[in-house]
């Protein structure tokens, strides 16, 4: 008699050996960690002294903080409508069923691929280098890294389209501008503006640490904080991020609810 | 900003492009050894992420949580989403020193809000009837935690941890820059030494892995579903 089991003889072995593996890798992953153990040990000790010295926080540099929170908010905005109007051409080359041919099909999906795996920061870096510190560089930096995201999701809605109504517009003797301008665009707008404000929201959370390598914004003012050891102020600046970064989650949910 | 500054700006990025070709690939053992770094911050703060992050998500699911339990766990993913990961780096890096075990800390913290949040959300949308099934045989609630939840989940928990994997894999090339480890803090470097041959080499490192990274987890996504 044969007892029953769940996996062949080969499958264990296989299961078994896939979990051989998968620990290798990770006492590999561990071993390259190069973890101090004295500093491990040490770290309660110092996340208390932090967070003592953070709390309470500064309240009087709330002042101090409102122009470049402005600024902030200002790059993810400026940011964003850059990238959207940007967005929408590349959408048209990268979308299946509106590009010319497989050629500007490629440069779309190039151009979204390039921008989308280089991070904002590096973007940041990248153009404090050309047009010098400040919020431009951050807002260029915004508005070239959200392209890739923006043009990817605006193809998709361009590509989801109902031929029938392109169709209509074409069998009026419309020219290809004119199909494009009342058979396309009056059913991607709500996708469109579901996308930018969603964007809009992710920019604003990535627009608070820009200032950190120099673009601008707050992030300026909470690497100088750092830099000079005012915890206190630290403390009341990361407060401000949780306040921006969750009234403008809870906006814009508010205002997708309302235009899709 | 005026036409001037622009202008100026112009001619700059023509010096800094000109600096930047050929890309020089002279040090690539530096460049591996940053990636190297980066791929094994990813791995590991992935498999902790996943470990930390099932727990969390029970307790953030509506219909297994109580009420307390699902404020703490829905809070929990809220803090962990709101911070850029940069400006958690910088809090690792005080706690445990410069490297990158700071940067996996990070990862696996930004692990809470990512894996978390949605896996809390798959296991509010299960099929009640299979977890009924369960109840009904007397099971406790462990039990149908096991045997009601886990084998509905189980697809999505790998997918995700294969998504996540790629995730931190991008994050890892630029917490660097605050110096939590990885290729971010090589590439970091290379820009404040002016080196913008050596910066370009590495830009166009982080594409490659980070179109790897994607492409391997798209492969190993469509595989198991």
Redesign the interface.
Known sequence: MRAWRRFTRAQSALRLAGRLGLAV??V???R?????WE??AD?PT??RD?FGRMFPPDWAFVGEVADPLVQTINIATLGTALAVILSIPIAFLAARNTTFNWATFALGRVLM??SR???S??WA?IFI????PGS?AGALAVAVRSLGFVSKLFAEGIEEIDRGQVEAIVATGAGRFQVLLYGIVPQVRPVFAGVTIYRWDINI??S??LG??GAGGIGFV?NTA?LGLEWSRVGLI?LV??AV??VSEVLSAWLRKRVT | MDAARLARGLSRAGIVFGGAFPPNFERWPLVVEGVVESIQMATLSTALGVLIGIPVAVLAARNFAPPPAYAAGRGLITLARTFHEIIVAILFVKAVGFGPFAGMLTLTWNSIGFFSKLLAEQIENIDRGQVEAIRATGASRDQVLLFGVLPQVLPRIVGLTIYQWDVHLRQSTIIGIVGAGGIGTTLYNSFARYDYDFSLAILLVIVAIVLLGEGVSAWARTRIQ
């Open positions: 890798v990770l590999w992953a561990l390259g960690m190069g973890i101090r500093f491990v770290s110092q996340m932090l691929t390039v795996s280089v991070d920061l590096i870096l280098i050309i047009v010098g431009l959370r990535e608070t640490v950190l390598v909470l750092i990361l991020i949780l970064v969750a």
